[in-house]
């Protein structure tokens, strides 16, 4: 893209962007610090016991995270883009209904989170406000009635996280991880800044998978279908689930690293998955039907939606800042020749594929000796597409934050949590550039590339640490110190040794790595 010759290229704000980053990033940090004085001051917190301080606690702590999104919603109105594309898609699906939405105008999202944005607007209208206020610009409660379902997302997201931690964790723990996705500045800003919905998807997808490994399968193809409904990269986890499910059918030990009791045949298991399969592809059709017309039906609307929204962008990254950002290729086309002749749409092709593969690989072998096996590799198969696949946003990898801290609840190595947190602060910086290059025609803006290549550099260098982790994890079945083993007792019920099956029992073979 090049910026208009009428306008006086200017300066992009590299300084303030990085000041930004640095605080949020700070800030963050210093929930870390919190638990030191909770962990302290274990006479007030009753000693990690469950009690009604404990609840009131949790309670507020999500209605302050609440509170912090609707102060920043109100002064990060959002991106401009993706701003005025919701709320205007929400007010002409409540005004002309379904059946022409997509003919009578843009809109590149499926219909399930259509029906969202048509609540949305309904409800701000019932409030007495529009889409814009008399002077043109917009209506501030409209705008955060749209970003509603993502930062509810969040807080499930963090509630989700916490009563994950308290299986295994006492309160003060369990406390703090709640706290690291409720302030975590990534989701934080993409959903109540910004206002876009990767944490809706992002949650969808953990409970999904969540509910599969906890024997639940027809539920997980629900959620998994909601998921889908809501964004098409959902579609990023879809051949990781399917390999799980295959395994789910056919291995009758699928179940033997955990305590779900299964005896279920493997006819009923078979059944149990058609019916999933089917749940998921009927809410997909359902969905779609309100919004079929004769020059648009509804099986056009869902390859038009899916399969010709993945590929609508044709760059090797749109603002993603990951191998071929690094490179400097940040919008360059699909067809422009990398090296040797071959092409970044070939090259992101092949990222595709290996990065499913190797992904596949990890869980198959890793399976068998941690039911946390599907999150970790689902978790590394969004980080890996996201750094070496072709078509990526800035916010493709978001879905990793939440699915490496369950993967650490569930695995107890720190390195998982430690990798999360330190995921954070480039993704942070990457969403901010990318939120201001949406001001590029506007004011001028022109890339700092320094700041590219540095920030790429961070995430493509916190992917390789990613890969060396799931190896030595899932392949070589070696796992560090927990970050909550002490000496202070704050985990309960499973030992050191027990955590390659999940907290269960011991598993043979399973080694603690003190080294490395």
């Not at 999104?69 to 002409?92: L, M, N, P, Q």
């Not at 869902?302 to 400097?328: D, P, R, V, W």
């Not at 799931?470 to 796992?479: A, E, P, S, Y």
Request: proline residues 3%.
């Amino acid at each position: 893209m090049s910026i208009p010759s009428t306008v006086k290229p200017t300066e992009f704000p590299t300084g303030y962007i990085l000041i930004v980053a640095i605080l949020a990033f700070v800030g963050y940090l210093i929930v870390t610090a919190f638990y030191s004085s909770i962990k302290t001051d274990r006479a007030y917190l009753n000693n990690g016991a469950i009690d009604k301080s404990d609840k009131l606690l949790v309670v507020w702590l999500l209605l302050a995270a609440f509170a912090f999104r609707i102060v920043i919603s109100h002064y990060v109105v959002g991106h401009k883009t993706d701003i005025g594309c919701f709320t205007a898609w929400g007010e002409r699906a409540a005004a002309q209904g379904f059946a022409s939405f997509y003919t009578n105008g843009f809109s590149d999202y499926p219909p399930g989170y259509i029906y969202v944005l048509s609540l949305m607007s309904k409800l701000s209208a019932l409030l007495g406000h529009g889409v814009r206020l008399a002077d043109g610009s917009y209506d501030l409660v409209c705008v955060f009635f749209n970003k509603l379902p993502s930062i509810i997302a969040d807080l499930a997201s963090a509630y989700l996280v916490y009563k994950l931690a308290r299986k295994k964790l006492r309160f003060e723990p369990s406390f703090l991880l709640m706290a690291l996705v409720a302030f975590n500045p990534v989701i934080l800003y993409v959903s109540a800044g910004w206002g876009q919905i990767d944490q809706i998807l992002t949650v969808l997808l953990a409970c999904a998978i969540l509910l599969l490994i906890n024997n639940k399968p027809i539920f997980a193809g629900i959620v998994y279908g909601f998921a889908i409904l809501m964004k098409p990269q959902a579609l990023m986890a879809g051949p990781m689930l399917a390999i799980a499910y295959m395994f789910y059918v056919f291995d009758d030990n699928f179940f033997a690293v955990t305590d779900v009791k299964c005896t279920d045949s493997r006819g009923k298991r078979l059944l149990k998955t058609a019916i999933a399969v089917a749940c998921a592809c009927l809410m997909i059709v359902l969905s779609a039907l309100p919004f079929s017309s004769k020059e648009m039906p509804w099986y056009q609307i869902i390859l038009q939606k899916y399969l010709g929204t993945a590929t609508s962008y044709e760059f090797a990254t749109i603002n993603a800042y990951n191998i071929y950002a690094l490179f400097g290729a940040n919008w360059a086309s699909i067809d422009k020749v990398a090296f040797l002749g071959i092409n970044y749409g070939t090259l992101g092709t092949i990222g595709m594929v290996v990065s499913i593969g190797f992904s596949a690989v990890l869980y198959i072998i890793g399976r068998k000796k941690n039911r946390g096996a599907l999150v970790l590799s689902t978790a590394y198969l969004f980080a890996s597409i996201f750094t070496i696949g072709h078509y990526m946003h800035e916010r493709y990898i978001i879905p990793a934050l939440l699915l490496l801290l369950i993967a650490y609840l569930l695995y107890s190595d720190k390195r998982l949590l430690y990798l999360m947190v330190g995921y954070t602060f480039p993704i942070f910086i990457n969403c901010l550039c990318s939120f201001y290059y949406s001001k590029m025609f506007e004011y001028g803006l022109y890339w700092d590339k320094k700041l590219v290549f540095w920030c790429s550099l961070l995430m493509v260098l916190a992917f390789f640490y990613f890969t060396y982790i799931v190896i030595r994890i899932m392949i070589q079945g070696k796992l560090k110190d927990d970050v909550f083993e002490d000496g202070t007792n704050l985990r309960v019920g499973s030992s050191v040794s027990d955590r390659l099956r999940g907290g269960v029992k011991t598993t043979k073979g399973a080694t603690n790595e003190n080294k490395a």
